[in-house]
Nanobody
Framework: VQLQASGGGLVQAGGSLRLSCVAS????????IGWFRQAPGKEREGVSW????????EYAESVKGRFTITRDDAKNTAYLQMNSLEPEDTAVYFC???WGYGFGSLKPENYEHWGQGTLVTVSS
């Protein structure tokens, strides 16, 4: 089981980025996928997750209305579209798959498999 996150980079405040999370070694069809981030000196926090069907999503309050999570199971890939980026969004972003089928959560302890992370830097 591998998760590969990509799409990070340096962007000015107000800009946009789209992160991708490609899974290999298993099918994502039955699993929720979550996005998390960790800023320097801070704990890892949940950003968003999407259910296995794609019909349910949840966002952290800090990103609501700015970030959108989607998935394409034909490509075994999840995406995080990030708009109106703020310097406070600067962090390493990780994708993850939870222990069980179906739904996810914003709690890192509920996730079993993690990608390596991609760095997002938002300049002011």
């Amino acid at each position: 089981v591998q998760l590969q996150a990509s799409g990070g980079g340096l962007v000015q405040a107000g800009g946009s980025l789209r992160l991708s999370c490609v899974a290999s070694g298993f099918s994502t069809d039955y699993y929720a996928i979550g996005w998390f981030r960790q800023a320097p000196g801070k704990e890892r926090e949940g950003v968003s997750w999407i259910s296995s069907s794609g019909g349910s999503t949840e966002y952290a309050e800090s990103v609501k209305g700015r970030f959108t999570i989607t998935r394409d199971d034909a490509k075994n890939t999840a995406y995080l579209q990030m708009n109106s980026l703020e310097p406070e969004d600067t962090a390493v972003y990780f994708c993850a798959v939870p222990w069980g089928y179906g739904f996810g959560s914003l709690k890192p302890e509920n996730y079993e498999h993690w990608g390596q992370g991609t760095l997002v830097t938002v300049s002011s």
